[in-house]
């Protein structure tokens, strides 16, 4: 089976995939994800890939978790913002925005994200998200604790 699947030759489930990295000890993305681009912020590798033409699977990040991760929808207005105070040293999180674009502030950067793209960062320093859009900024936020 490895053969077939390093030749291209077969489409394994994330299960298989699954049990292939742990059985040789190695995360799952190290499978997946380029010897030479080992970022664990910004994997964006195909996992999966369906029998109809564009269903797929994407592993765009990972983080350690210590003891759990928060899944959040978000919806920001135009011309609305949040502030965020610095999270406890360790915390991270990554935004996956599905509509519109939002502003990510980190400290004095500033990230913009279109829908479609992805950011992960350390959340112990001061952040805020703005919509400096014209219609509503909708995204996903994980908080990796």
Not at 7 to 21: M, P, Q, Y
Not at 35 to 55: C, F, M, Q, T
Request: hydrophobic content about 45%; aromatic content about 8%; some cysteine.
């Amino acid at each position: 089976m490895l053969v077939a699947i390093e030749a291209g030759e077969k489409n394994v489930s994330l299960t298989t995939l699954d049990r292939v990295a742990e059985a040789l000890d190695v995360a799952f993305s190290d499978l997946i994800q380029a010897p030479d681009a080992r970022d664990p912020s910004r994997i964006n590798e195909l996992a999966w890939a369906g029998v109809i033409p564009g269903s797929k699977a994407v592993l765009l990040a990972k983080a350690m978790a210590s003891r759990e991760v928060e899944l959040w929808e978000w919806r920001l207005e135009p011309g609305e913002q949040y502030l965020s105070e610095p999270d406890a040293e360790g915390w991270s999180e990554q935004l996956y925005v599905f509509e519109g674009c939002l502003t990510l502030m980190l400290g004095e950067e500033v990230h913009t994200l279109e829908a479609g793209e992805f950011f992960m960062y350390a959340s112990h320093q001061p952040h805020s998200y703005r919509n400096e859009g014209s219609v509503a900024a909708r995204f996903v936020r994980n908080v990796v604790i």
